[in-house]
């Protein structure tokens, strides 16, 4: 289902909770509101009123969802211009060109355990995201 994006900064700024395989439906509103919004790039669950740790991000036409992504290494810093679709303002942010993140994904109604290197664009977006979990506005 699309969600109306949230832009209540006491509600992001809360990290969010652990997620469970019980919250498949919220990956699924992630997907299809991300899917709504043009250019939109990566979304988290506060962004769409949970306060689970999902997040979906874009990558080469491709919606993927991460359950409780974890940031384990970071490698390359940079100084970024990022927007949200939570903030009106553009923000200078210090991202990683490569990243090494540990999530789950959900596969046969139970979380699995992933890890996965991101390089470049896809690494400033996966970012970008997982600050949104630990209640970070950028």
């Known amino acids: 289902m699309i969600k109306e994006i949230v832009k209540d900064r006491d509600f992001l700024s809360q990290p969010a909770e652990e997620a469970t395989a019980e919250d498949a439906q919220v990956a699924e509103d992630l ?4 899917a709504s919004l043009e250019g939109c790039a ?3 669950a506060n962004q769409i009123g949970s ?5 979906a991000y ?3 036409g491709r919606i993927y969802v991460m359950y409780n992504p974890k940031l384990k290494m970071g490698a390359q ?3 970024a211009q990022e927007g949200c679709f939570s903030l ?6 210090k991202r990683f060109n ?6 789950q994904v959900f596969v046969n109604g139970n979380l699995v355990s992933r890890s996965k290197r991101f390089s470049g664009w896809t690494a400033q977006i996966v970012q970008h995201v997982i600050d ?7």
């Open 42 to 44: 990566s979304l988290a």
């Open 132 to 138: 949104h979990c630990a209640g970070k506005l950028v």
């Open 77 to 79: 810093p940079f100084t």
């Open 98 to 103: 490569m990243i090494t993140v540990n999530y």
């Open 51 to 55: 306060t689970k740790a999902i997040v």
């Open 58 to 60: 874009e990558d080469g």
């Open 31 to 34: 997907r299809d509101t991300m």
């Open 88 to 93: 009106d303002e553009v923000s200078e942010v």
